[in-house]
T-cell receptor, first 111, second 114 residues
């Protein structure tokens, strides 16, 4: 089977840096995606890592270590609009090449 | 110029009723999905279609029946609605079956079964 673990909630102040960790167990791992979902909204794609290393897109970066079955999403210069839930999702070839989502991490930003 | 649209946005109905949710994407994508998000925000895939062909059918009660009349549309019909069906249902699409990592989600249909 598959399992993904990520913290349920993280709180930080504006301007801070937040790291959301995601550990996974899956038999046919191919890559790790990150999605953002604001309250009442739809998930939106942020990033995808298939290879080890850091991918940077503006204030957000995503990291993957395949050997450690671990990845993280880094949110820099935190803004109030970053208040949302963030989901990691594994792409698993052994499970029909679908995305399996983690439970989500709610990020709360304090002024 | 909405990319993935769903109707209705809200659906309130009685137990035992039958209802349908419609989804359309204008991105030219080959693959479409239905997800269920429960009150704890767990997002779980239900079905996927590629060019009108059913690819993924997770362990979903057979009261749920998807239909894809063409690759731009994926509808979901639910028979004999139960209280536990209350959730937000998201439609999504990806460019091709082999690239599910980047999906575009519709706005969701909030279903409440009374």
């Amino acid at each position: 089977g598959q399992s993904l673990e990520q913290p349920s909630e993280v709180t930080a102040v504006e301007g801070a840096i937040v790291q959301i960790n995601c550990t996974y167990q899956t038999s046919g791992f191919y890559g790790l995606s990150w999605y953002q979902q604001h309250d009442g909204g739809a998930p939106t794609f942020l990033s995808y890592n298939a290879l080890d290393g850091l991918e940077e897109t503006g204030r957000f970066s995503s990291f993957l270590s395949r050997s450690d079955s671990y990845g993280y999403l880094l949110l820099q210069e935190l803004q109030m609009k970053d208040c949302a839930s963030y989901f990691c999702a594994v792409r698993d070839l052994a499970a029909g090449n679908k995305l399996t989502f983690g439970g989500g991490t709610r990020v709360l930003v304090k002024p | 110029d909405t990319a993935v649209s769903q109707t209705p946005k809200y659906l309130v109905t009685q137990m035992g009723n039958d209802k349908s949710i419609k989804c359309e994407q204008n991105l030219g994508h080959d693959t479409m999905y239905w997800y269920k998000q429960d009150s704890k925000k767990f997002l779980k895939i239900m079905f996927s279609y590629n060019n009108k062909e059913l690819i993924i059918n997770e362990t979903v009660p057979n009261r749920f029946s998807p239909k894809s009349p063409d690759k731009a549309h994926l509808n979901l019909h639910i028979n004999s609605l139960e209280l536990g069906d209350s959730a937000v249902y998201f439609c999504a699409s990806s460019q091709v079956l082999s690239a599910p990592e980047t999906q575009y989600f519709g706005p969701g249909t909030r279903l409440l079964v009374l």
